[in-house]
Structure formats: structure tokens, C-alpha cells
């Protein structure tokens, strides 16, 4: 399994920026995927997922309202689409998968998710 993120970059405060996760090597319609950030001397924190079944999305109350996530089954591509950027979202932004047979509860933690992307800097200037 393999996920390629990117889409990450340098844009100043109120700004948008769209992240990509392309995801191969597992049935992408059966994955769940997560979207993971972590700010230097932070620990990594969890920043919303999608289930690829269904398409229920959940962000949490931390970015609600400024991120989403959506999908694109053609290209086996998952995005999360930031607006209103902060200083404070400034980090290296990661998408994973979630290992399968994982209860469908949302869980805030990394230890679910089982194969990584290598990440993507995002750098909010103020």
C-alpha cells in the first residue's frame, strides 16, 4: 500500500491551500482514510478522515468549519481542502489509511491507521 501526498506549500493567513492523498495498492472503495498534522515539538494530531464506502466525513471541532474532505474514486484520491488558514496550521500535514476491520467509531488517535503517507508542509504566514 502506498499514499502520495502533496499539495502543501508557503500562503499567508486567511488563505486556502487543497492537499491530494492518492492511495494505491488497496481497495480504495473499501479504505478509510485520515488526514494527520504535526507542528514541530507537537505531538501528531488527527484532523479528519473519510470513510470511502460510505463518504461520511468527520472533522473535528479543532478545524470544523475551515476543513473538509472529499474524494475522487476515479483518480483512487482523497483531499482535504483547507480554508482560512492560521499561523497556528502551520505543519507537516499526512494522510494515512486505516487499518481494515477497525471499529467505525471515529477514533482521535494514530494508532488505527497503518500506512503513512510521507507527508506534506504547509506553512501559514501571518
Known amino acids: 500500500v502506498q499514499l502520495q501526498a502533496s499539495g502543501g506549500g508557503l500562503v499567508q493567513a486567511g488563505g486556502s491551500l487543497k492537499l491530494s492523498c492518492q492511495v494505491s495498492g488497496r481497495s480504495f472503495t473499501r479504505s478509510t482514510v485520515g488526514w494527520f498534522r504535526q507542528a514541530p515539538g507537537k505531538e501528531r494530531e488527527f484532523v479528519g478522515r473519510i470513510r470511502l464506502d460510505s463518504g461520511t466525513i468527520f472533522v473535528p471541532n479543532s478545524v470544523k468549519g475551515r476543513f473538509t474532505i472529499s474524494r475522487d474514486n476515479a483518480k483512487n484520491t482523497v483531499y482535504l481542502q483547507m480554508n482560512s488558514l492560521k499561523p497556528e496550521d502551520t505543519a507537516v500535514y499526512y494522510c494515512?489509511?486505516?487499518?481494515?476491520?477497525?471499529?467505525?467509531?471515529?477514533?482521535?488517535?494514530?494508532?488505527?491507521?497503518?500506512?503513512w503517507g510521507q507527508g506534506t508542509q504547509v506553512t501559514v504566514s501571518s
Open positions: 494515512a489509511t486505516e487499518r481494515p476491520g477497525s471499529p467505525s467509531v471515529v477514533s482521535f488517535t494514530s494508532d488505527r491507521y497503518d500506512y
